[in-house]
């Protein structure tokens, strides 16, 4: 499921079993993917209509058996993704109103009934935003004043585990040689395409030593393709067929982004190093702004705008 600023390339990526495997084992505790068995995963994604407000929405669902004391069962798995730059504080009862839905499918669907009983879920939210995610993780919390005692039985319990990409270093994506902390690690990158070149070099590596090779590089390139569309980078992308195959012509031009950058970046400063020496001859000369202008090296209409801003 996603977000009205969804990624389609994530959703792409997660309609495939291993990366929702590598999910599970990479980046969720422990203990749940060492009940799983992956080889029984199941896409059940599709669109659904919420019965209350007629609202569609896409989800990511997949459901996994596991054995827990002899028994085994379906656990259905509900991936969220939520790439919004602010953090959507709603999440808990968003996530509980999609639950809700979801069962309701479910006995529509003639896959359980009431009677039967409802399958367990693990709602998984996965968040790329550039903020820190200060959302509640169980609606619960979300009462406030906490309840009496006697009423506290009756309160709404739902929590979902969070996987934020960028609070994982460069370190730990290192520890977990997957595809999928490689794609972490290109979307940690951000805008800057010194870092993002050396992500790009990583996933090549993982790819290559990947058994499964040419459908992983197949996968991650149209992912990769859409990101540095995402990103304008200046690249001709319709020549981008394969990482492993065209990461030399991939390299050369990542590096003359790099240079471009990195050239971008000494002229701000350049251009900040003048501002302030400016804005000293400004405050402790009487100097004209076209003397300033010539010994900071700025155009006069710069000298002008700053003399203006230091009256305010």
């Known amino acids: 499921m996603a977000s009205n600023h969804h990624d389609t390339g994530y959703k792409e990526l997660f309609s495939y079993p291993e990366f929702v495997q590598q999910l599970i084992e990479g980046f969720a ?5 060492e009940l799983m068995d992956f080889s029984t995963l199941k896409n059940h994604s599709g669109n659904y209509i919420t019965p209350l407000f007629e609202e569609k929405f896409e989800d990511v669902v997949w459901s996994v058996e596991v054995t827990w004391q002899g028994v085994t069962q379906q656990v259905f798995l509900y991936i969220l993704l939520e790439f919004q730059s602010v953090v959507d504080r709603t999440m808990p009862i968003r996530l509980m109103h999609y639950v809700a839905c979801f069962y309701n499918h479910l006995i529509k669907t003639k896959v359980t009934t009431a009677r039967q009983g409802m399958p367990p879920i693990l709602p998984i939210v996965l968040y790329n935003g550039s903020r820190d995610w200060t959302a509640e993780q169980d609606i619960y919390d979300m009462v406030h004043p906490e309840p009496p005692a006697c009423l506290q039985v009756y309160q709404p319990h739902l ?25 972490f690690g290109v979307e940690n990158a951000g805008q800057s395409w010194d870092a993002l070149q050396q992500a790009v070099d990583r996933i090549v590596a993982i790819i290559q030593a990947d058994p499964d090779k040419e459908r992983i590089d197949r996968i991650i ?7 540095l569309h995402r990103l304008g980078a200046e690249i001709d992308l319709d020549q981008l067929e394969s990482l492993v195959e065209d990461k030399d012509m991939l390299a050369e031009n990542l590096e003359n982004l790099v240079k471009k950058e ?8 350049e251009q900040v190093r003048a501002e302030q020496i400016a804005r000293n001859l400004i405050t402790r000369t009487e100097m004209d702004d076209a003397m300033i202008a010539e010994i900071a090296g700025l155009p006069i209409a710069d000298v002008i705008r700053l003399r203006g801003e230091g009256k305010h």
């Open 221 to 227: 390139t149209r992912w990769l393709k859409r990101h």
């Open 262 to 269: 990195r050239l971008e970046g000494r002229q701000e400063g």
């Open 159 to 183: 929590r979902y585990y969070l996987v934020n990409e960028g609070r994982y270093t460069d370190k730990e994506l290192y520890l977990r040689q997957t595809p999928l902390s490689g794609i």
């Open 29 to 33: 505790p422990s203990e749940l993917s």
